[in-house]
């Protein structure tokens, strides 16, 4: 029963290999991806990656793969063969690292670009809170100058405003005191 | 005010340029996604969330931004404002022309340089 066992494990891992010896650049590349967004951030990623063999590392692994599948298609030993199989490595092997190269690259660029504009925001966020208390400054200032300039234009001078200011306060306090008393 | 209303303007066209600029390179990166890697996602988990990140501040300050010249817009026609707040709004229709539309500016928004991207990797890689 174990050794029936050991034989079926054994014969499925053999098809998993010789499936994976048949993935396309693409889908390595995009095992790669998912290798990287195993981890939280770069960093772990790097240190995981620095703790594998040399032949294990994504992008090398990958490229032994698809060296083997090369020659899987063509075995043969005649020059014209040879050839064919070194073509298709070599073909096989740009395509992955063509696409290992814009993960890298657009990785790059957005990391470059979010820091900027991040940066910029920030900037521009303070200059519209100087815009907006310069605003209000502003607008409570005009109503003030409004209003004073309206009293004294309607009032001809300022005895009458001092005049309307004492006859306020004659019925102030002390009449209010006595309708409410 | 008129100060105030020229800051306005360039404060808008900036902030609209930041906020075009981010969703440009978001399109990209997604366009690379679905054409190269069968839609899943390439980048870093970390550039990614410094990418949202952005994302999301650049939509802050627009957000505010849109809301402090909605109140200027709203106090003029309250009669509250000065004539120079006139500005503020757009003739006839009173709504505000400074109010920054991250829905269109997201619209609007094309792929960068991404055959530039690709070519770069191309011959990197040969």
Redesign the interface.
Same mark, same amino acid.
């Given at each position: 029963m174990t050794k029936l066992l050991v034989m079926t494990t054994i014969s499925g891992q053999k098809r998993l290999d010789e499936a994976e010896v048949h993935l396309t650049p693409?889908e390595r590349?995009?095992r790669f991806?998912?290798d990287?967004?195993h981890?939280?951030? /770069?960093g772990d990623?790097w240190g995981s990656v620095a703790k594998r063999e040399y032949r294990e590392w994504p992008w090398v692994l990958p490229l032994y793969k698809l060296s083997q599948q090369a020659r899987a298609r063509y075995p043969g030993k005649s020059p014209g063969e040879i050839n064919r199989c070194m073509e298709c490595d070599r073909r096989l092997r740009?395509e992955f /690292?063509?696409?290992?190269?814009?993960?890298?690259?657009?990785?790059e660029?957005?990391?470059k670009?979010?820091?900027k504009?991040?940066l910029?925001?920030?900037l521009?966020?303070s200059?519209?809170q100087t815009?907006?208390f310069?605003?209000t400054l502003? /607008?409570t200032a005009?109503n003030a100058a409004e209003y004073i300039e309206a009293k004294i234009s309607a009032d001809g001078d300022n005895q009458r405003i001092l005049e309307e200011l004492r006859a306020d306060t004659d019925a102030g306090l002390p009449s209010l005191i006595e309708a409410a008393g | 005010m008129q100060d105030c209303l020229r800051s306005s303007r360039l404060l808008a066209d900036d902030l609209a340029m930041l906020m075009e600029d981010i969703f440009q390179h978001q399109l990209s990166v997604e366009f690379i996604q679905d054409r190269y890697f069968d839609g899943h996602p390439i980048l870093f988990r970390d550039v990614e969330d410094n990418l949202m990140q952005a994302i999301k501040a650049v939509t802050d300050a627009v957000g505010i931004f849109n809301s402090y010249v909605k109140i200027r817009s709203e106090l003029f026609e309250a009669g509250l404002g000065h004539e120079d707040d006139g500005n503020f709004a757009a003739s006839g229709e009173r709504t505000c022309h400074l109010i920054i539309n991250i829905e269109n500016i997201r619209d609007r928004a094309r792929l960068t340089d991404v055959d530039e991207w690709v070519k770069d990797s191309r011959q990197e890689a040969v």
């Open positions: 693409k590349a995009i991806v998912k990287m967004r981890y939280p951030c /770069q990623f740009t /690292q063509t696409l290992r190269s814009l993960i890298g690259r657009a990785d660029i957005i990391t670009k979010a820091e504009i991040a910029k925001t920030a521009k966020v200059t519209l815009l907006i310069k605003d502003s /607008q005009k | -």
